[in-house]
């Protein structure tokens, strides 16, 4: 009864960002069970992993949460953009033995949408929560916390790095993590801090590459934490930034927010803005691409279809948008509540026979 009780209370206290996080590790290490079973091979690690993260779930409170802040003592600070990312490497200081020299500051927010212009300002921040509110759907948002505060946290972590620790900021191709990492370098521009970049999904890639099989990632959250324990081990080889680079990447984040749009993304080393409507007609070849003869097709399979065919790390709550907006706008055909891209199909709308 009392491990019942402490199960309910974990998952309680959770946000919904931290449970997806969870449930992707936990799905991770399933997968290598089924792996390591069909191959024949011992289980004992995938199965440490799991009893770890009930270990570390049923045991957290809010106390042991802060210690994740930066303190005086710490000689790194890790930057990281998304709270997948950051459990995956929270488990994976912890098992390294380095939680206490090691310090995490998240940046949750996915500023490859949505307007960020005057971030610094109430104002501003007032201005992206309404756009969001109205066009992404709640779920994909979640409901817990206040902005201003979760605002407040990161200046207050960001400003608490003692001037001895090196700052490393993680940051693959995916736009999410390279908007993130402008901003980051942007709030972090007058530290005195070194400053060192590593892509956890270069080095993972590196490390796993054989002629007969390359793996890919489409951004660092997807790393397993093993892995990330082995790209840990790599980051004193990966690249420190001058006083220049740090101006010059603060400066492109300044450049993107002045653009005034909703979305962005990631191309010859450069975050670019584009117009709203960018991927609509991709969303719309994939739709004809499989469509049965009916033509309907539920809203969530042509989203996923859709991530897994793009080069670009936006999300399926910005296509979901998308798609809604192209209902809206008269080009397709809806079957169906809108409640959740679960819940509808659509189809393109029928052009009437003119006589």
């Avoid at 991770?28 to 024949?40: F, M, P």
């Avoid at 492109?252 to 005034?260: L, P």
């Avoid at 936006?314 to 948008?321: A, C, L, P, R, T």
């Amino acid at each position: 009864m009392k491990e019942r009780f402490e199960i309910k209370h974990a998952v309680h206290v959770l946000s919904s960002e931290e449970l997806k996080s969870c449930l992707g590790l936990v799905l991770q290490y399933i997968w290598r069970l089924k792996e390591q079973k069909e191959n024949g091979k011992p289980v004992d690690g995938a199965i440490d992993g799991l009893i770890g993260i009930y270990d570390r779930l049923t045991a957290a409170d809010d106390e042991e949460r802060t210690l994740w802040d930066p303190a005086p003592g710490c000689t790194h600070i890790h930057v990281v953009t998304g709270d997948s990312f950051a459990g995956g490497m929270k488990l994976a200081l912890r098992e390294l033995g380095l939680s206490d020299a090691h310090k995490l500051v998240t940046i949750s927010d996915n500023f490859a949408i949505g307007p960020i212009g005057r971030l610094d300002t109430p104002e501003g921040r007032q201005s992206r929560r309404d756009w969001l509110r109205h066009n992404i759907a709640s779920s994909a948002l979640g409901d817990d916390g206040d902005p201003e505060e979760e605002y407040g946290r990161l200046l207050h972590n960001l400003h608490s790095i003692p001037e001895q620790a090196e700052i490393i900021v993680w940051a693959s191709r995916s736009v999410t993590e390279q908007t993130g990492k402008r901003y980051a370098l942007h709030l972090l521009r007058h530290k005195p801090n070194t400053v060192r970049i590593c892509d956890a999904c270069a080095i993972s890639e590196e490390l796993q590459g054989r002629p007969d099989h390359f793996i890919t990632y489409r951004r660092s959250g997807e790393i397993a934490p093993d892995m990330l324990k082995e790209v840990l081990l790599r980051t004193d080889g990966q690249k420190l930034l001058s006083a220049a680079d740090v101006r010059r990447l603060a400066e492109e984040w300044e450049a993107i927010v002045e653009q005034g749009g909703v979305l962005r993304i990631f191309e010859n080393d450069t975050v670019r803005e584009v117009p709203a409507d960018f991927f609509d007609p991709f969303l719309l070849e994939t739709l004809d691409r499989i469509a049965d003869a009916e033509g309907y097709v539920k809203a969530a399979r042509v989203i996923g279809t859709a991530i897994g065919d793009c080069d670009q790390d936006i999300g399926d709550s910005y296509f979901e948008y998308r798609l809604r907006e192209l209902i809206y706008a008269g080009v397709l055909e809806i079957k169906g509540i809108p409640a959740g891209m679960r819940y509808y199909s659509v189809r393109r709308k029928a052009v009437p026979l003119t006589h």
